[in-house]
């Protein structure tokens, strides 16, 4: 997610103003002489897009204020989304996912929250949040299943470029005492495009550690194999837009065949996110992408439900 490094704040009295400069702009207008049936239709969508940008803004400080409270912690919750071999159906791994239930206003998706938590810095604290969820997940449920199963967390620049990333995620392996090996980080391919040389440090010392990573989103960013070539990643996720059409679009066929050569000659599994119908299912497996997360398969679950289909 990019962000504009413009404050919420600062966006909501933006756009106010330019709402308040078209609302006088309307009534200077249909008070004036002149005024014909096409100016107020003109000046009628100008109120509507006035007020449904009014209303967008309003929602946005809500959210930004909301996510600053004390007590998140106690809103949120993680859901664990199967990664599945589409050649069997069996379960390989999970993401895990935030959902936030934000008291007396329902459940906000993370396409909302994530971004503005992203410009306020309480991306931070959620995603230790998800981590210590993910690593429980292991802990507890780890002999589940084959026993074999991943965990894939996803982890933002600013989160990973904290001074103490390295040490804090290292004390949560050790006291939880799972298996590092089995937690993968996820980073989004736009957010390594633009890392700094603190990020190759980091990240060449937690593969040293035994930690894996998995580019996300991948094709949507703009990294370079130069860039790639310096990274050790062991999973690639095509990202869903490519995905979504690709039983219509021959070109996003094109793509998703090159994005698995990319990823087989450097040795990584590729992951296809977004698989909705087994035309898709057919597709991805014909260019040989084997894994995939999906609403054809499952939909994110509760720790309860991940139990479930793990025993
Ligand atoms: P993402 O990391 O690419 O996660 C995959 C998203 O695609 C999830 O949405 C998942 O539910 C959705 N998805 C997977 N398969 C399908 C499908 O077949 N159909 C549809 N319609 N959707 C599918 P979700 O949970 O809403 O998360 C959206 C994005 O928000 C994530 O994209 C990620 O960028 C961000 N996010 C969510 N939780 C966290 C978190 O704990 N930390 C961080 N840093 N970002 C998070
Ligand atoms: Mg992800
Ligand atoms: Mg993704």
């Known amino acids: 997610h990019s962000t504009t490094g413009m404050s919420v704040a600062t966006l909501v009295k933006a756009v106010e103003a330019g709402a308040e400069l078209i609302d006088t702009s309307i009534s200077s207008m249909s008070m004036g002489p002149g005024h014909s049936p096409t100016e107020s239709l003109v000046s009628m969508s100008y109120v509507r897009y006035s007020q449904r940008h009014r209303e967008r803004m309003n929602r946005l400080l809500f959210i930004d204020s909301s996510?600053?409270?004390t007590g998140l912690r106690e809103e949120l919750r993680p859901v664990f989304h199967p990664i599945v071999d589409m050649r069997t159906g069996l379960i390989g791994g999970f993401e895990a996912l935030t959902r936030w239930e934000c008291s007396g206003h329902g459940n906000i998706p993370?396409?909302?929250f994530i971004p503005l938590a992203e410009e306020n810095g309480v991306i931070i604290e959620i995603g230790w949040f998800i981590m210590e969820q993910a690593l429980d997940a292991l802990a507890d449920d780890g002999a589940?299943?084959?026993?074999?199963?991943?965990?894939?967390?996803?982890v933002s620049p600013l989160q990973f470029l904290e001074v103490d990333f390295v040490e804090t995620l290292e004390r949560l392996v050790e006291t939880k005492l799972v298996d590092r090996g089995r937690l993968k980080i996820e980073i989004t391919e736009s957010a390594i495009s633009s890392m700094e040389e603190t990020f190759w440090k980091t990240s060449r010392l937690l593969l040293e550690r035994g930690f894996r990573f998995a580019i996300d989103d991948f094709g949507t960013g703009q990294s370079s194999l130069s860039r790639l070539s310096g990274f050790n990643f062991d999973t690639i996720k095509i990202?869903?837009?490519?995905?979504t059409d690709i039983a219509s679009s021959e070109r996003n066929v094109k793509l998703v065949r090159s994005i698995m050569g990319l990823s087989s000659s450097l040795?990584?599994?590729?992951?296809?996110?977004?698989?909705?119908?087994?035309e898709q299912r057919d597709i991805l497996l014909a260019e040989g992408c084997l894994s995939a997360q999906?609403?054809?398969y499952y939909k994110p679950l509760s720790i309860e439900a991940m139990r479930t289909v793990l025993s």
């Open 67 to 69: 996510l600053m409270k």
């Open 110 to 112: 993370p396409d909302e």
């Open 144 to 154: 589940l299943g084959d026993g074999k199963w991943f965990v894939s967390v996803n």
């Open 239 to 243: 990202d869903r837009s490519f995905v």
């Open 267 to 278: 040795g990584s599994i590729a992951i296809a996110e977004g698989i909705e119908t087994v």
């Open 294 to 296: 999906g609403y054809l």
